[in-house]
């Protein structure tokens, strides 16, 4: 089982800020789980004495989101859908009126209330920690701080997860601790008969926000202001971008079939990085000659690069330049790659990987591949390593021939990256060789950094 299968339990040893949310978060999915699935009778129904029912709760836990994220935490209303709402304001409105409310609103109105918190909570972590101060006060004047806000959440979650409980084990018997395994509500992400519900953030302040893993596929971007925003890693393929105001921007990555005021720029782009540096074409070699070629000009370039470095202060090459991988690093991030595409794919090694191998950031957590970014190798350290995988590539290169180059791997067994599928030699090939030349001119770019930082 992975984080990914279980991805509200919180973090073994992460920061304040981390377990709180962890907790926070195990508390809502649970609460979630226990009210999910069900009918209006089933969320109407009552155990004992109490008026107290699962429709109840959604409704009263998402108005406690949205008020603890926006009246508490900034002063600001607490803004749709309450405003329209027909709230009188007493405690128990809520769970009064959820006995008129549909189950598929009652999901959704959840749902909502907890994705917009998230943002607006991240948006003010960005800015600070959670010593700082909130809106909410108590008489003296004294306000209250952002841990202060998280702890209660944290405490109404508790006890009505609890109720949650003892209601749902009455209406149909199910019990437990934590949802299964690859649980999510309705099926998925803000699902309401069997369809998602698309979130609307009309207004709202998310500067500074953090989108991490996050599904926006088919997201709409109307009079949205993305200045100094940080795409990373993203696909954005199929983007349309109508009436945008694009200046200063700075965009590397793959670049194709993109289109900019009629015009494809990709053609044109490849042609000026070619022209600019006439070794780019041999990376796209075509048959066995030309990928030795290719191999001889990646050594030669490398070798000048890993030059360059020994003669920097030893500290520096561990340092990262606008939060990329530090030169180690990057250096770690291509014994990945070669572990995985020439010794995993090719050579048929089920585990490849050394415990320094790096994948990169994105890459979901896949064991037994290994991802460790607080080590501090030397760099003599990591040289041996990358040297003996070079040397390794090198035997495969001088190997080849026209058949093997169009030949197609057998596929591997075992987890880890690649998947275990066949793939073409060449392709895996020209995957190394792309990493490699990339990531040489990452390498050059920061460490032109890193020594004006020490001039």
């Given amino acids: 089982m992975t984080d990914n299968d279980c991805p509200w ?16 978060d195990r508390l809502r999915a649970t609460f979630r789980w226990k009210a999910d699935g069900l009918d209006a009778a089933g969320l109407r129904a009552r155990i004992g004495a109490s008026a107290m029912t699962l429709g109840g709760l959604l409704k009263h836990l998402a108005a406690n989101e949205d008020f603890a994220f926006t009246i508490k935490l900034t002063g600001e209303p607490i803004g749709a859908p309450w405003d329209a709402s027909g709230s009188d304001g007493s405690n128990d ?38 010593d700082q101060p909130v809106h909410a006060s108590a008489p003296d004047g004294r306000h209250a701080s952002l841990r202060r806000l998280l702890c209660d959440l944290i405490e109404e ?26 649980w999510h509500p309705g099926g998925g992400p803000l699902a309401v008969d069997g369809h998602r519900v698309p979130q609307v953030f009309a207004g709202a302040d998310l500067r500074g926000a953090r989108f991490d893993r996050t599904d926006l596929t088919g997201a709409r971007l109307r009079a949205a202001d993305l200045t100094g925003a940080q795409f990373r890693g993203c696909a954005l393929h199929k983007v349309i971008m109508r009436g945008v105001e694009l200046g200063n921007v700075d965009i590397s ?46 050594e030669r370039v490398w070798a000048g690069t890993v030059d360059r ?26 014994v990945f790659a070669t572990d995985s595409w020439i010794r995993r794919v090719i050579l048929a090694d089920p585990a490849p990987w050394d415990a320094l191998d790096l994948p990169w950031d994105e890459m979901p957590d896949t064991p037994p591949i290994p991802r460790d970014r607080s080590v501090r190798p030397s760099l003599d350290e990591v040289l041996r390593l990358r040297r003996d995988r070079m040397s390794t590539v090198r035997r495969v290169i001088d190997g080849l021939t026209d058949a093997s180059l169009d030949a197609r791997t057998e596929p591997v067994t075992g987890p880890g990256w690649p998947p275990p599928r066949s ?32 001039s």
């Fill in 253 to 298: 990555g793959e670049i194709e079939n993109v289109m900019m005021n009629g015009v494809d720029v990709g053609p044109l782009i490849e042609a000026e990085l070619d022209r600019r540096d006439p070794d780019r074409v041999r990376m796209r070699p075509s048959d066995p000659a030309g990928f030795r070629h290719a191999w001889d000009v990646v």
């Fill in 309 to 334: 470095a020994r003669g920097m202060p030893p500290e520096l090459l561990h340092e990262s330049v606008d939060g990329e991988w530090s030169f180690t690093e990057t250096l770690r991030h291509l």
């Fill in 157 to 182: 979650y508790g006890r009505h997860t609890g109720h949650a409980d003892l209601i749902r084990e009455a209406v149909d018997g199910v019990t437990g601790e934590d949802p299964p395994a690859g």
């Fill in 423 to 454: 793939f073409v030699v060449r392709e895996c090939l020209l995957v190394i060789l792309n990493e490699e030349w990339h990531h040489r001119l990452f390498a050059e770019r920061d460490l032109d950094t890193l020594a004006a930082r020490g």
């Fill in 9 to 24: 339990e919180p973090p073994l040893a992460g920061t304040e800020a981390e377990q709180l949310i962890g907790a926070l």
């Fill in 93 to 130: 409105w809520e769970f009064e009126s959820a006995a008129e409310d549909a189950p598929d609103y009652l999901y959704a109105l959840w749902d909502g209330a907890v994705a917009r918190s998230r943002a607006r909570l991240a948006a003010v972590l960005a800015r600070g920690g959670l």
